[in-house]
T-cell receptor, first 111, second 113 residues
Framework: EDQVTQSPEALRLQEGESSSLNCSYTVSGLRGLFWYRQDPGKGPEFLFT???AGEEKEKERLKATLTKKESFLHITAPKPEDSATYLC????????????FGKGTKLSVKP | DGGITQSPKYLFRKEGQNVTLSCEQNLNHDAMYWYRQDPGQGLRLIYY???????QKGDIAEGYSVSREKKESFPLTVTSAQKNPTAFYLCASSIGANTDEQYFGPGTRLTVT
């Protein structure tokens, strides 16, 4: 069964304290792995797509990496405005476009 | 501005009533999706459509129905057969169905009492 597990469920950081969020997946042939940011009461906002092991992508303080079993979202020197829930999703080979989502990591950054 | 709109933002209904949630996109995307989000759970796929006049059931389609008569529109009807309809509903679209990132609308929070 295709599955996505995110850890930790919640993460509290001080402003400037770098850390990483984990997304472990089991899928029959990965087509793509996606990271989203979701603010309370709003729709997810697309951040990154990763397609193959070893691939990395960056955007401001965020950097996403991918291995054959997991992906990391590294947050460097976070600011309070980075507080949100970060969602990971995978698209399996043979699927017709539907994504399998993890439950998310709720990040809180305190000033 | 291109994007996905969902209306209304909040919706209240009495048990036993059908309700239709609107989703419109002006991104010229072929594929559209409906997800449901409940506290402590990941997004779950209800229905998706890769092309006009065609759609497929997702993981939790029971109690829901959709139509795709226009490329821009993909309304979702929550029927009285849905046992736990209270949830946050999210519509998304992508250029195509394979490996393309999905872009989400702002969501509709449905409360059924």
């Amino acid at each position: 069964e295709d599955q996505v597990t995110q850890s930790p469920e919640a993460l509290r950081l001080q402003e400037g304290e770098s850390s990483s969020l984990n997304c472990s997946y089991t899928v029959s042939g990965l087509r793509g792995l996606f990271w989203y940011r979701q603010d309370p009461g709003k729709g997810p906002e697309f951040l990154f797509t990763l397609y193959s092991a070893g691939e990395e992508k960056e955007k401001e303080r965020l950097k996403a990496t991918l291995t054959k079993k997991e992906s990391f979202l590294h947050i460097t020197a976070p600011k309070p405005e980075d507080s949100a829930t970060y969602l990971c999703a995978v698209q399996a080979g043979g699927s017709q476009g539907n994504l399998i989502f993890g439950k998310g990591t709720k990040l809180s950054v305190k000033p | 501005d291109g994007g996905i709109t969902q209306s209304p933002k909040y919706l209240f209904r009495k048990e036993g009533q059908n309700v239709t949630l609107s989703c419109e996109q002006n991104l010229n995307h072929d594929a559209m999706y409906w997800y449901r989000q409940d506290p402590g759970q990941g997004l779950r796929l209800i229905y998706y459509s890769q092309i006009v006049n065609d759609f497929q059931k997702g993981d939790i389609a029971e109690g829901y129905s959709v139509s795709r008569e226009k490329k821009e529109s993909f309304p979702l009807t929550v029927t009285s057969a849905q046992k736990n309809p209270t949830a946050f509903y999210l519509c998304a679209s992508s250029i195509g169905a394979n490996t393309d990132e999905q872009y989400f609308g702002p969501g509709t929070r449905l409360t059924v009492t």
